[in-house]
């Protein structure tokens, strides 16, 4: 009997082209399926009929419609450049052409939860430009015009105001730091932990910041006035750098 050969220019997706959008009625064991990437690389895969092991790109392909059993499994990988000394057998993904670190992908997504491996996620203590920053962050509403450096929260309409010590209604729960210039009712890059640069601050290192009692950017002057609430919301690292990651707790003076 004849192998067939197909041919894909994707591996998943079940958009035109992609290898998981051919029928798995139509597939018949040991077929052969060439896919041509976009960065000048090609997969080769043999389908195994009888596999039915669970999808895992790139290495088993299940089709999206009557799977069955069926997958396609990979063989290989062929590189743009036949003269590097890799054939078929050799799946060298260090290879320039795949995929090296996040950086070469600037909207990266999971398909589940991320192993850390008994690792850690590095943040950077010293951004190196002015109005950079690091950390854990969201992307949400705010209620007003606010500037880098404002330190918000989040009120029962669910939008984001500058704090103020001078109330506690408006200094206690979530807090977040305004990570650049966001307009009313827009969207913007807030940051919930992390580091951020300004190189108008001219703080003192080491000092305790706190929301102020004048909405916008945290001093680092414990407020002290009757009925002030006094939150450490991070600390100076250097004259223009801070480390922001509000207290949970506060305190209001009588």
Not at 38 to 66: Q, W
């Amino acid at each position: 009997m004849a192998i067939k050969i197909r041919g894909a220019y994707g591996l998943i997706g079940g958009g035109a082209g992609a290898l998981d959008a051919i029928d798995g009625a139509a597939l018949v064991d040991k077929e052969i399926a060439i896919v041509v990437m976009p960065l000048g690389y090609t997969y080769v895969y043999t389908l195994d009929a009888d596999s039915g092991a669970a999808e895992s790109s790139p290495d088993i392909i299940a089709p999206d419609a009557n799977p069955g059993n069926k997958r396609w499994i990979l063989n290989g990988i062929v590189p743009a450049d036949p003269t590097d000394g890799r054939g078929v057998g050799d799946r060298d993904y260090n290879d320039a052409r795949y995929l090296q670190d996040l950086v070469d992908d600037d909207t990266p997504q999971l398909g589940g939860n991320l192993d850390l491996n008994e690792k850690a996620a590095l943040f950077n203590e010293a951004p190196t430009s002015d109005h950079t920053f690091n950390g854990i962050i969201i992307n949400d509403t705010v209620g007003e015009d606010v500037a880098i450096g404002d330190v918000l929260y989040l009120k029962n309409d669910g939008k984001w105001w500058q704090a103020d010590a001078d109330a506690e209604a408006t200094t206690k729960g979530a807090i977040v730091m305004a990570t650049d210039t966001i307009l009313a009712d827009a969207d913007g890059v807030l940051l919930l932990m992390g580091f951020i640069r300004d190189d108008s601050w001219t703080w003192t290192v080491a000092d305790e910041l706190y929301v102020s009692c004048t909405p916008g950017n945290p001093t680092d002057t414990q407020p002290a006035g009757a009925g002030d609430v006094v939150r450490i919301v991070g600390w100076a690292m250097t004259a223009t750098i801070v480390y922001f990651n509000p207290s949970a707790t506060y305190v209001e003076i009588a």
